[in-house]
Nanobody
């Protein structure tokens, strides 16, 4: 069974940085688009960032643009989410996701129903 695995979460102070990683068990991430989402307690899961797989193009939500950077290292079969200048509103469980069956509509990268495979999430906490 295909599985995405996130790591890198933790407890940091406002203004600090974290780098999240998303890797895959049993398939090559290189050929798949990857999205990062987050879900805070009591809130809907929201899209954060997205990277295509051919000539990678990146996308960001307004809330993280300029602070977060998504990238991929195909040699390591990993997609990263570098999070800088973390704010008190950033804490959440962060998930990576992809679409394995069929073609994704890139213009809908922010829509949860575009994805059919999700990781288990990694917790990010920002507190002074």
């Amino acid at each position: 069974q295909v599985q995405l695995v996130e790591s890198g979460g933790g407890l940091v102070k406002p203004g600090d940085s974290l780098r999240l990683s998303c890797t895959a068990d049993r398939f090559d991430l290189e050929w798949y688009p990857i999205g990062w989402f987050r879900q805070a307690p009591g809130k809907e899961r929201e899209a954060v960032s997205f990277i295509t797989y051919i000539d990678p193009t990146t996308y960001y939500s307004d809330s993280v643009r300029g602070r977060f950077t998504i990238s991929r290292d195909n040699a390591k079969n990993t997609v990263y989410l570098q999070m800088n200048s973390l704010k008190p509103e950033d804490p959440a469980v962060y998930y990576c996701a992809t679409r394995l069956a069929g073609r994704m509509t890139t213009s809908r990268w922010f829509a949860r129903d575009e994805y059919d495979s999700w990781g288990q999430g990694t917790q990010v906490t920002v507190s002074s």
